[in-house]
């Protein structure tokens, strides 16, 4: 079986992600999507909330599950026979970093990490900047599932 993670944060959840997502899914047989958990970093939803709504996000990819990490992504992806890692790129400055772990992933674990350009319309698409917008207002609902706006509204407007 050709099994791939697509790894992040996903805090939240995106369109730009779920079009990365759903293009590795024709791509392998089975893609795994990552919530990395680290404890150090301050996230606006918890890893059960990011994977809930990353659960309903995907819920029409047969092939596509949702798990989450602590720790290094090449543990992950050998606790779970992971032979790639899919991630998107939108621009030259994404490539720079990504490229840095590919290798090193790859030296650690012999993991091959596989590029995907972002599609146009998501180039500028970020968690942080949704959630910024988002925090002042601005109209992020053609950035985000419905149900990811809802639950981003809510969580906003405790703050």
């Known amino acids: 079986m050709r099994r791939a993670a697509c790894p992040g944060s996903f805090d939240p959840v995106t369109n730009g992600h779920l079009d990365i997502i759903a293009r590795a899914a024709t791509l392998f047989d089975e893609v795994v999507v990552a919530v990395g958990v680290n404890k150090s970093k301050h996230r606006l939803f918890s890893p ?24 290094l992504l090449t543990d992950f992806c050998k606790q779970h026979d992971v032979r790639a ?15 840095q772990m590919a290798q090193m992933n790859s030296s650690l674990a012999g993991i091959e990490t596989v590029f995907v350009p972002t ?16 925090m002042f207002g601005g109209d992020v609902s053609k950035l985000v599932p419905a149900h990811v706006l809802a639950r981003l509204n809510e969580r906003l407007a405790g703050k």
């Open 85 to 99: 890692i899919v991630k998107g790129l939108r621009a030259v400055s994404d490539f720079d970093y990504e490229l």
């Open 119 to 134: 599609s146009p319309e998501y180039s500028f698409l970020a968690s942080s900047l949704v959630k910024e917008v988002a």
């Open 48 to 71: 059960e909330e990011r994977m809930a709504m990353l659960t309903e996000a995907c819920a029409d990819f047969d092939n596509v599950r949702i798990d989450s990490f602590d720790g």
